[in-house]
């Protein structure tokens, strides 16, 4: 079904050849999981990003749809990890085999040495195995038995999590949080594309709808060009001052870290090409803000789940009219 | 016009006003520039800006002005300083008088300023003290009104309440900033380029010339400015002191001047001695007000030894000689608005002159009489006298009777041939001089010696010291008598030999007086010398302090002051370098500043922590029209700010013309649609 990819050519594209691919994939992303254009963006701004993607949303809404659809248009090798109670993390990190006839031990790679990796309801596994991904996913490789596995490139891991449904899981600690650098949720569809899915979801697969419209190699492309974007001075000394408002802050009990604020930046890089442009704007800071900074504060108020999320993007958003832009 | 306008410009003429005003009390302004410039500013003042339309073709009027002051100049009938100062105070009047735009409010302030620099080249009195004063404050708050409505959008109420309280603080700052600059920057002296004007009130009233002339009305008694104050030791500590105080003599009459045999004594001297002094003497520190305006040293009578005199100029305090001239008048050599010197008097009693000592010019002087006299003068004398030979006796006897028979005025009018006659025989009525003369004469007759004698009686107790006023000056007689020398003999009445003004008159002057010498001291005189002075005082310990001990450290005024400069230097340099840290607004931050103020009119405001890029944003999905020709602006904005791509030479300009355009246009269609609106529903109702 996968049609050879239409790839850019890997020599250095301009912000507007770069946002003409991200907007492709979008739009690929836009027929698997129909209605969310604004999600849809953010997911490519993720992965141009170099980022990892949490998606917490009931279940039902089509975040493992989102997710295979991304590993299709980017044409990503892709491996879905179902977290259980009882998962190891051996299930996805992979063994050393004993091959008799050598009488050697052998590395077998677990699911995790894919392009993209779908953690599905990684709240449900132990805290041991959530940390040997988060590992892999902040260091790019794994380490096991005292050698080193070099993890593919582009990596990204999307997880998702049930915000409602608490009973039987390890929430996720917030450094763990951290490390994801976007957050979303998609939300019901509307009713006008729910009634549309009714009526066409019988006859194909929306997956089948998704068309291979990038490469892995693209992908890496587009994530050098995002990591060289300029930003100036003053735009840096914003998202360092959001940064600082959100620690002073008095219903918030702890602000955004350092590693907050580098992805802050790199997200707004990743932001600023949908608008073809080479540099940043407090505009673009201001886009990817809440995606990228809600599920990071912590607040002082008891709330959780959706709850917090919501609270956390309004105290943002407040921040944002507070803390003067540059001018 | 708003109100905030409206206040704003009733500030502004005000200010101009006073500027005006400061040059005015100079009183040298012809009179029919005050005549222009008062209708200008209370047309002005009534909102009638009567050269609004026609600013070009009535600027022509002032090439007139100037034309007539030109000639008046070149003809010598005004002075060239004057002359420009008239002309600044049209300008400003022509300014008032043209429609007020911001172009017209610098004008208006610019020329105010040329003003009170012509009021301080002119004068510099207290009273341009106070005006300068509230043309600093009025022009400054309206200045400042102008910035605050400039920055309110059109339509919009100016928040004048809320601009006038930190405005005050601002002002109250400057002038606290303009004193301290005032006494501590080294300073030029420059008081020297236009006429002066006498100090204080008008010209000087008194002061003394070489001759005495009788007749005509004496207007002088009821002037109650201070021309003399002293402190005498030892101290009579009496309320009113009721000495005379002399200025000359005068020994020769020629029946209508008194003039004075003989010339110049002593040329110069920084010490006059004119009698030997014994040892009860009474020590005089006298001080001689601007409004004296004489050269003439005034000493309780009799003066013994004059001298330590000291000028006050416009340039500076400096000491001078003194000159002995005849009639014992002692008069500084150097001219200055006002003097200080000491005296040493005899105590009353009898000058101890005796005959044979006095020039020989002198002794014939003293019986010499007009030729014209008029013979019923000595026969009068001898039957007041009725064979009185003793000098003293006959003297007092005749005073007695002037007296009596004659009344005391100061109504006068019209010279006379005669005036002593006239006195004496006619009109029986006079001032202390008919009475003086009278007495001199009537007792020369009789071959008595005496001669007139000028200066001021009374002395009124002010704090520690005695003042004279101008209306204390006065004429007496010297009796010649035998062992005593000269005796005074006064045949005025008692009652009129002061001063005669009123005394709530009197005590308003006093204050104002008062202020006037502060502020000639510590504003007009203050020079280099006071400023070091200031400086000297900071570091040493105020004179006659207790403490004597000589120590090697510096005292703590010393310390104090270093502490006190130093906190002054940390904060300024505190002050530089938030200021100079402070980064300088960015090109493209101007740009669009410029942006937004051409928005404003189409009604696009930013909302709260909104940029320009988030407008345009907004205004894209909301599909407003202005959009398309907002994008490219807020694009080149962006990318010169942020994106390391600077704004070209003259590109802003040219992005602005065309967003100006499209705003432009955009509110004219708006209106159209406005009005078309309106229009309808009247329209349909017809």
């Not at chain 1, 549309?196 to 979801?201: D, G, H, M, P, S």
């Not at chain 2, 109420?157 to 920057?185: D, N």
């Not at chain 2, 010209?203 to 002339?213: D, E, H, I, K």
């Not at chain 2, 051409?598 to 345009?616: S, Y």
């Amino acid at each position: 079904m996968n049609q050879p990819a239409r790839v850019l050519s890997t020599a250095a594209p301009s912000p507007a050849t770069a946002r003409t691919a991200m907007e492709r994939i979008a739009a690929e992303l836009g027929r698997a999981v129909q209605g969310k254009e604004a999600q849809a963006r953010l997911v490519a701004t993720c992965l141009v990003a170099g980022g990892h993607l949490l998606l917490e949303d009931v279940p039902g809404v089509g975040k493992t749809t989102l997710a295979e659809a991304l590993a299709r248009a980017c044409g990503l090798s892709f491996a879905r990890v179902q977290f259980t109670a009882d998962l190891m993390p051996a299930d996805i990190l992979g063994a050393q085999i004993f091959h008799a006839q050598t009488a050697t031990f052998q590395f077998r790679p677990g699911p995790l040495f894919r392009q993209l990796v779908l953690a599905d309801e990684l709240n449900r596994a132990p805290p041991r195995t959530q940390s040997a991904l988060l590992e892999a996913m902040a260091q790019g490789q794994v380490s096991l038995d005292g050698s080193t596995h070099a993890l593919p490139s582009p990596f990204t891991v999307v997880a998702t999590q049930n915000p409602v449904d608490f009973s039987g899981t390890y929430p996720l600690p917030d450094s763990q949080l951290d490390r994801f650098m976007l957050r979303l949720s998609l939300g019901h569809p509307a009713p006008d594309v729910e009634a549309k899915l009714l009526a066409t979801r019988g006859r194909a697969p929306p997956l089948d709808a998704v068309q291979t419209v990038s490469s892995p190699e693209e992908v890496d492309t587009l994530r050098t060009l995002a990591a060289e974007l300029r930003l100036d001075g003053t735009v840096a000394d914003y998202v360092v001052r959001l940064a600082r408002a959100t620690r002073e802050h008095g219903d918030i009990e702890r602000g955004a870290s350092t590693r907050a604020v580098l992805a802050l930046g790199a997200a707004a890089r990743t932001q600023a090409l949908w608008e073809a442009r080479d540099f940043v704007t407090p505009g673009d800071v201001r886009a990817v803000l809440v995606p990228c900074w809600a599920h990071r504060v912590l607040l002082r108020s008891a709330v959780q789940g959706v709850a917090a999320r919501d609270e956390a993007a309004h105290l943002l958003e407040e921040l944002t009219r507070k803390v003067p832009a540059p001018r | 016009m708003t109100k905030g306008a409206r206040l704003r410009l009733v500030l502004r003429d005000v200010a101009s006003g006073c500027a005006f005003a400061s040059m005015a009390v100079s009183g040298q302004l012809p009179l029919w520039t005050l005549g222009l410039y008062g209708v200008a500013l209370v047309a002005a003042l009534a909102g009638k800006r009567l050269f609004a339309r026609r600013a070009k073709l009535t600027a022509l009027l002032l090439l007139g002005v100037a034309a007539v002051l030109a000639v008046n100049v070149t003809s010598g009938a005004l002075n060239l300083v004057v002359a420009a100062c008239a002309f600044a105070g049209l300008i400003s009047a022509h300014r008032l008088l043209s429609a007020p735009d911001a172009a017209t409010d610098g004008q208006v302030h610019l020329s105010g300023l040329l003003m009170v620099a012509g009021g301080a080249a002119l004068s510099g009195e207290l009273v341009y003290g106070l005006f300068l004063v509230a043309f600093g404050v009025l022009a400054s708050v309206a200045m400042a009104l102008g910035v605050v409505e400039a920055a309110v959008p059109e339509g919009e109420p100016v928040p004048v309440r809320a601009v006038l309280r930190p405005l005050a603080t601002g002002v109250t700052f400057a002038v606290a900033g303009a004193m301290a600059f005032f006494i501590l920057f080294p300073r030029l002296n420059w008081n020297m380029t236009g006429p002066r004007a006498a100090p204080g009130l008008g010209p000087a009233t008194t002061g003394f010339s070489n001759t005495v002339r009788l007749g005509g009305a004496g207007t002088i008694k009821d002037n109650p400015r201070i021309v003399l104050r002293a402190t005498l030791s030892p101290d009579p500590g009496v309320d009113a002191l009721n000495s005379y105080w002399v200025g000359r003599t005068y020994d020769i009459f020629d029946g209508l001047e008194w003039t004075n045999a003989g010339g110049v004594r002593r040329e110069r001297e920084p010490l006059l001695t004119l009698r030997p002094g014994g040892d009860n003497l009474i020590h005089q520190r006298v001080e001689l007000l601007p409004a004296y305006g004489g050269r003439t040293l005034i000493a309780l009578e009799t003066p013994s030894r004059l001298g330590n005199a000291v000028a006050n100029g416009s340039t500076g305090s400096r000491r001078t000689f003194l000159q002995e001239l005849a009639g014992g008048e002692a008069r500084f050599l150097e001219a200055g608005l006002s003097y200080a010197y000491e005296a040493y008097s005899l105590p009353p009693g009898g000058s101890g002159d005796t005959f044979r000592r006095l020039p020989s010019v002198e002794q014939d002087a003293l019986l010499a009489l007009p030729e014209a006299l008029d013979p019923r003068v000595s026969q009068t004398a001898a039957r007041v006298l009725n064979g009185e030979r003793e000098p003293l006796a006959a003297a007092q006897k005749l005073a007695a009777w002037l007296q009596r028979e004659h009344a005391y005025t100061l109504e006068l009018s019209g010279e006379r041939e005669d005036p002593l006659a006239d006195f004496l025989f006619e009109r029986k009525a006079g001032h202390c001089e008919h009475f003086a003369t009278a007495l001199t004469l009537m007792l020369r007759t009789q071959g008595i010696r005496a001669r007139l004698a000028t200066g001021f009686f009374g002395g009124e107790r002010v704090n520690e010291g005695y003042i004279l006023r101008a209306g204390d000056a006065h004429a007496w007689t010297h009796v010649l008598v035998p062992e005593r020398g000269f005796v005074t003999v006064d045949a005025t009445p008692p009652a009129h030999r002061t001063s005669q003004g009123s005394r709530l008159l009197q005590r308003l002057l006093g204050l104002y007086e008062a202020l006037e010498s502060r502020w000639r001291n510590s504003v007009v005189d203050y020079s280099f010398r006071d400023q070091v002075d200031v400086a000297r005082a900071l570091v040493r310990p105020p004179k006659g302090s207790e403490n004597t001990e000589r120590s090697r450290l510096p005292p703590p005024r010393a310390w104090g002051a270093a502490l006190l400069a130093g906190m002054v230097v940390y904060a300024a340099w505190r002050l530089v370098t938030r200021l100079a840290g402070r980064p300088r607004p960015h090109e493209a931050t101007r740009f669009v500043d410029l942006v937004e103020a051409i928005l404003l009119p189409a009604r696009l405001f930013r909302a709260e922590g909104e940029t320009l890029e988030d407008l345009d944003a907004r205004l894209a999905r909301e599909g407003h029209p202005l959009a398309p020709a907002l994008a490219p602006v807020t694009r080149r904005y962006l990318e010169a700010r942020f994106g390391g791509r600077p704004l070209r030479q003259g590109e802003a300009e040219q992005l602005i013309r065309a967003l100006q355009r499209a705003v432009t246009a955009h509110v004219r269609l708006e209106a159209q649609r406005a009005r078309a609106a309106a229009s309808e529903p009247r329209a349909r109702a017809s």
